[in-house]
């Protein structure tokens, strides 16, 4: 199952967690969002990315199959 | 391969009007009658609305400065605990939106925590309209942080 979590911050700093994708398909995803944002007029700069390990990515897909 | 990304929003209400050249005189009116068509002045109205209503406020066009001498703008809200109200104003070539307030007097926090709420909104509700066209089933979470507000989509 893929799940995106968003934090929206009181200062509109916001994260975005890819959880469950596979190969580039959260990078596509990204790119789709930040885009459909823009038209709504919302910029999302990115100010910093972090790659999840592969173990973190087994413990989502874990914990997804469990759910 | 997952990630999770960091980011700085900006807001920015496009000007419609700027896709057909026309002249300056025509842009401007044109500007004035578009943007509040536009979808993301719909969702700015609706941000400043929700911030009303949790503020124990109202929504109006005009902020009032420490003197009592009003100055309209676009969209404004006044809540009980800052009468004089924050102000929205759009640039019209740009599309920046900026607020407008008399924070003195000791009223810099609350006039800023508005125009977070504000902003926070926006982005919450645009984030959840792109998420839904997506086909993402969204569902607001519980935060932790009191000022944070948490959404989960899922496919």
Redesign the interface.
């Known amino acids: ?27 596509e ?2 790119e ?3 885009k ?2 823009l038209d ?13 390990t592969d173990r ?2 087994g413990e ?1 897909i874990k914990h997804s199959q469990k759910i | 391969m997952s990630r999770i990304g960091w980011y700085k929003s900006r807001i920015r209400i496009a000007n419609v009007s700027t896709a057909y050249p026309k002249t300056r005189q025509q842009t401007m009116r044109s500007h004035a009658s578009n943007i509040e068509a536009n979808p993301a002045f719909q969702i700015l109205k609706r941000s400043v609305e929700i911030v009303a209503k949790e503020n124990h406020g109202s929504l109006t066009n005009f902020v009032v400065d420490q003197y009592g001498s009003k100055k309209k703008c676009r969209l404004a809200v006044k809540t009980a605990k800052f009468k004089r109200g924050v102000g929205i104003s759009i640039d019209s070539k740009t599309g920046k939106v900026n607020f407008l307030y008399d924070s003195y007097g000791g009223y810099d926090e609350t006039a800023k925590r508005i125009t977070e709420q504000v902003t926070q909104n926006y982005v919450a509700i645009s984030l959840i309209r792109v998420m839904k066209s997506m086909g993402y089933n969204v569902v607001e979470q519980k935060s932790k942080s009191p000022s944070s507000v948490i959404l989960e989509g899922q496919l």
């Open positions: 199952m893929r799940k995106i979590r968003a934090e929206i911050k009181a200062n509109g700093k916001t994260s975005l967690d890819f959880i469950g994708f596979v190969g580039e398909q959260c990078t995803e990204e789709r969002i930040r459909a944002m709504l007029g919302v910029m999302l700069e990115p100010k910093r990315i972090k790659i999840k973190q990515i989502e």
